[in-house]
């Protein structure tokens, strides 16, 4: 079957710097997602990869490891904005894009 | 502003009855999807479509259908709701599939 794997909630400190991270088993890859969704509204893109190697995009990064079935998202200099859930999906061999249940971030003053 | 349009925002529907989710894009996007979003199980996708007049069945299809008669319009029908299907609903487009969705704000949907 087809599974991503992502912490269910993490803590962290304004200011300070998080790493999530997603572990993928899909049937064929065809791109990486994550996506920002706050609580009660919709998700919304934050960073797509499809080659390995670092995305960078102002205080958020996304890494990707294909042959470890690999992803982190970074996400510097944290506001209290920031806290929200972050999705990690995959496009699989069929185009289809298959979701992990998301990582709950919680910014603490 | 561009983007994606649904209605209701929020029902509540006694068990038994037919509820027809709305759902408009002005992107012009090709490809269009529903999903449903419960607490702890993440996104799961009910069905989709990759162009007008096509659709597909995503994870969790039974007890729900859609239609694709133009680009702009993608509506889902609940046939006969149960208690099962209270959940929250995101309708979704994008140009292709490897390409980020862009999202409805959603619809609240209590099954009683």
Redesign the interface.
């Known amino acids: 079957g087809q599974n991503i794997d992502q912490p269910t909630e993490m803590t962290a400190t304004e200011g300070a710097i998080v790493q999530i991270n997603c572990t993928y088993q899909t049937s064929g890859f065809n791109g990486l997602f994550w996506y920002q969704q706050h609580a009660g509204e919709a998700p919304t893109f934050l960073s797509y990869n499809v080659l390995d190697g670092l995305e960078e995009k102002g205080r958020f990064s996304s890494f990707l490891s294909r042959s470890k079935g690999y992803s982190y998202l970074l996400l510097k200099e944290l506001q209290m904005k920031d806290s929200a859930s972050y999705l990690c999906a995959v496009v699989d061999s069929n185009y289809q894009l298959i979701w992990g249940a998301g990582t709950k971030l919680i910014i603490k003053p | 502003i561009a983007g994606i349009t649904q209605a209701p925002t929020s029902q509540i529907l006694a068990a038994g009855r037919r509820m027809t989710l709305r759902c408009t894009q002005d992107m012009r996007h090709n490809a269009m999807?529903w999903y449903r979003q419960d607490l702890?199980?993440?996104?799961?996708?009910i069905h989709?479509s990759n162009t007008a007049g096509t659709t597909g069945k995503?994870e969790v299809p039974d007890g729900y259908s859609v239609s694709r008669a133009n680009t702009d319009d993608f509506p889902l029908t609940l046939a006969s709701a149960v208690p099962s299907q209270t959940s929250v609903y995101?309708c979704a487009s994008s140009p292709g599939?490897?390409q980020?969705?862009?999202?409805?704000?959603?619809t609240r949907l209590s099954i009683l």
């Open positions: 999807y702890g199980l993440g996104l799961r996708l989709y995503g995101f599939p490897n980020p969705q862009h999202f409805g704000d959603g």
